[in-house]
């Protein structure tokens, strides 16, 4: 799914991946779930471009859902995977840690379970390597992504400024649609080890002046990133 010039989704609301296109190549900012590799190669192929074309991937965190496909883009075409300090064991499958799920629905869990399930999401390979980031890092990758740093999700959850477009990547930093229970709109996002510092977190992106909003699960938010955080802080206290 195409959204701006330089800026593709694949995925859906449950799981998604983002695609930026530039003269120099494609970045791929996370990496959903391991069956989401076809699509992967689908969209790459109606921009007129192949897997040849990535020249990294960017982790939002180093949770199951969201390094899906990276291991094999680095072992099969040697793309490298970018993530923070302090979740590179997370994303090598070296530690992992089971917050509270809180509340759900059956119907949205059940559906959110599933599509999991159908793409692979229970036989994620952790990556072998990793290039790790700090906050402020402006990486050598197309479209110049910005680390900012978002603890609490995970200890090294980030958010990805790229400029060129218009957006900016916030992983589970906040979610628009909640998995377990299908409530839309921007909230915080469940699985959180952290969910005070998470809130914190989102202060960071204050003032951002960007168009798009684009976290891990949920619809793409251009409602303004000042209103985004509005409106996860009203969610938090409901």
């Known amino acids: 799914m195409k959204l701006g010039p330089s800026l593709h989704r ?35 192929a109606s921009m007129g471009r192949s897997l040849a074309d990535i020249r990294g991937v960017v982790l939002t965190h180093g949770d199951s859902d969201h390094i899906g496909f990276a ?38 869990t059940t559906k959110f379970l599933w599509y999991a399930l159908t793409r692979n ?3 994620t390979t952790p ?28 200890p090294g959850s980030i958010a990805v400024h790229v400029p060129v477009a218009d957006a900016v990547f916030v992983g589970d930093a906040l979610t628009t649609r909640h998995v377990l229970t299908g409530a839309t709109g921007p909230q915080p996002a469940p699985f959180t080890d952290d969910p005070a510092e998470a809130l ?29 955080i509005r409106e996860v802080e009203a969610a938090a206290k409901s």
């Open 10 to 44: 694949i995925g859906s609301d449950i799981v998604a991946v983002y695609l930026v296109d530039t003269p120099e190549g494609v970045t791929v900012i996370d990496a959903g779930l391991a069956g989401q590799w076809k699509e992967l190669t689908a969209e790459l």
């Open 71 to 108: 291991e094999r883009l680095r072992r099969e075409h040697g793309v490298l995977a970018f993530v923070h300090t302090a979740d590179a064991a997370r994303a090598r499958g070296e530690e992992s840690t089971k917050p509270e799920w809180g509340g759900m629905k059956l119907g949205a």
């Open 121 to 123: 999401g229970l036989r």
């Open 127 to 154: 990556l072998t390597e990793v290039v790790t980031v700090t906050d402020g890092d402006v990486l050598d990758l197309p479209g110049a992504p910005r680390v900012i740093s978002m603890p609490g999700h995970s």
């Open 200 to 228: 914190a977190s989102l202060h960071r992106l204050e003032g951002l002046g960007v168009s798009w909003v684009l976290p891990g699960h949920g619809t793409p938010w251009n409602g303004g990133v000042d209103e985004a």
